[in-house]
């Protein structure tokens, strides 16, 4: 395997530098795929190595449940990794599983405690929560245990009485695109790899933010004027508060709590991004692009030959 079987661990450390140019540069339908794709497969590149090295070093453990010729001397010259290694993977893959696990467990609570919160209102696309206290609003997806298969959008009575009517259909507009996309799942799978390995954080911050960014285009082209769902934000954010505890980013999408508002709003009242295209390598936005997808391919071809060449070598070793 050779100290390629590392590589996935640290290519991850060009999160922060892909993300700043993706969500500068391209336009943020395409980012939001490329970030959360790009760390979809650096986060199973980079578990999938630390199982590798789990096994290699466990292999030479008296004791382990895997067969007796894995620890065998001509298995430990090939694979040059003694059982220190495999002791830090496993504790690193715990924590690794744990942190997912729990952030699944979140995403599902806050979905649940959401659905609850519309019981006995009146079926449709659009639920108004009777509450005059606090402003919100968000996006429920659909799904098993979800009020309608497509998902609602859910607004608070504080939030419609702070917008005026073109305002109002912007703030639709945003969480239908939301839930039309399905942009949560754009930021489990983000959170998820964010907690696979913590380089990867950048990634899950400019995902959040690409996404309201795409949200925010689709409103603006329904609504027919990017300057109303520029003051849409600006105002929501002025009056809102979030509607759900932690974990509530990957399962719920609100309007103007999540993503810089400022920075949401300039981009509003700036020129329309260009339209979704594979940008010339030698652009800042090429270099991003391209950047992303070669790190992912070698991430990939890096994790590929090590299980390779682990099974190889541990097969030849098993007798059978």
């Known amino acids: 395997m ?46 999938l190595c630390l199982m590798l090295l789990m096994v290699v070093g466990t292999a030479q453990l008296p004791g382990n449940p895997l067969p007796d010729a894995w620890a065998d001397p001509e298995v430990r010259a090939v694979l040059p990794y003694d059982e220190v290694v495999g002791q830090v993977a496993i504790p690193l893959l715990v924590a690794v599983a744990g942190a ?3 952030l699944v467990w979140l995403h599902r609570r806050v979905r649940t405690r959401a659905t609850r919160a519309l019981a006995g209102l009146p079926e449709g696309r659009l639920a108004v929560l009777p509450d005059d206290a606090r402003a919100y609003a968000y996006a429920l997806p659909g799904g098993r245990g979800a009020a309608g298969a497509r998902g609602r959008i ?11 009517a073109r305002e109002q259909q912007a703030l639709i507009a945003h969480e239908e695109a939301h839930l039309t996309a399905r942009h949560h799942r754009f930021l489990l ?26 949200a925010d285009e689709d409103a603006a082209r329904t609504v027919g004027d990017r300057r109303t769902v520029a003051r849409a934000i600006g105002k929501a954010a002025l009056v809102s508060r979030p509607a759900a505890g932690r974990g509530a980013a990957t399962a719920l999408v609100g309007f103007a709590t999540a993503g810089p508002v400022p920075r949401r709003v300039a981009a509003l009242l700036g020129p329309v991004p260009p339209a979704p295209a594979l940008p010339p390598a030698w652009t800042a936005a090429g270099f991003a692009l391209w950047t992303a997808a070669g790190g992912a391919a070698v991430s990939a071809l890096a994790s590929a030959n090590a299980t390779v060449t682990l099974f190889t070598v541990l097969k030849a070793a098993t007798v059978l």
């Open 189 to 214: 799978v983000a959170g998820l790899a964010a907690r696979a390995n913590p380089f990867l954080r950048p990634l899950r911050t400019a995902v959040a933010y690409t996404a309201e960014r795409w």
């Open 2 to 47: 050779g100290v390629f079987v590392f590589l996935p661990l640290v290519l991850p450390l060009t999160a922060w530098p892909i993300a700043r140019l993706a969500e500068q540069q391209l336009h943020p339908r395409a980012a939001t795929w490329l970030l959360a794709v790009v760390g979809g497969v650096l986060a199973l590149c980079s578990t």
């Open 100 to 102: 997912c696990a729990h």
């Open 154 to 164: 859910v607004v608070s009575r504080a939030m419609l009485e702070s917008l005026d």
